[in-house]
């Protein structure tokens, strides 16, 4: 499947599918940046708003404003930073490094948030349909996952090229593959392709 046409939700969640706009980074050769422009976040922003209710902290499309190609490096700078801390606690690992960067981009964050006056917490993002406010509410939402019920149940794609992150809800907790049609097929055709080369 082209990189271009890899589906928009698949993490369960909006930070995951952030991580997940980089298709295929662990190839080099095929890495790909879903939102390497302010209009392409544009509307992969709108699409997750819509498929996953991202839209609880804010709602509409994101237009690009004047300082589009900064505040995108903001979101980039997020996206990078939640990489590298969920690959190293999917391996095990510290990463004080990430774990410092976010925490100053979560400060910024929800120093521009409000919040609302009933309960469950939940944060409001100024309204202006920005790149800088849809990073806002991505770093918020992000600061949900880190701390949440969902953390234990975080899985990256087993296909070992692929790299993107999901949250596993299924009951045994058995989901291996990002789409079971694309990298799970791919991954049980080398097996087979394999297999016969044993013969």
């Not at 890899?6 to 909006?14: K, L, M």
């Not at 490094?97 to 521009?112: D, H, I, K, L, Y």
């Not at 006056?117 to 949900?144: K, N, S």
Request: charged fraction near 30%.
């Amino acid at each position: 499947m082209d990189a271009n046409d890899r589906r928009t939700a698949v993490g369960g969640h909006p930070a995951l599918d952030l991580c997940n706009t980089r298709s295929w980074r662990r190839d080099p050769g095929r890495d790909f940046d879903r939102i390497a422009t302010p209009e392409t976040f544009a509307r992969w922003y709108s699409e997750i708003v819509d498929e996953e209710g991202g839209g609880r902290i804010l709602r509409g499309t994101v237009r690009a404003p004047r300082r589009a190609e900064d505040d995108l490096r903001g979101v980039h700078r997020l996206r990078d930073t939640l990489i590298a801390w969920l690959d190293a606690h999917v391996a095990g690992e510290d990463a004080p490094e990430a774990a410092g960067s976010f925490a100053r981009m979560w400060r910024v964050s929800a120093g521009r948030a409000t919040v609302a006056g009933h309960l469950p917490l939940r944060w409001r993002v100024d309204p202006a349909d920005d790149i800088r406010a849809a990073c806002d509410h991505l770093t918020l939402a992000a600061a949900d996952l880190l701390q949440g019920p969902d953390l234990p149940c975080l899985r990256r794609c087993a296909q070992h090229d692929c790299g993107w992150f999901f949250v596993d809800r299924t009951r045994n907790h058995s989901r291996r593959w990002c789409i079971a049609t694309d990298c799970g097929n791919l991954a049980r055709v080398r097996a087979y392709t394999s297999r016969k080369k044993l013969r």
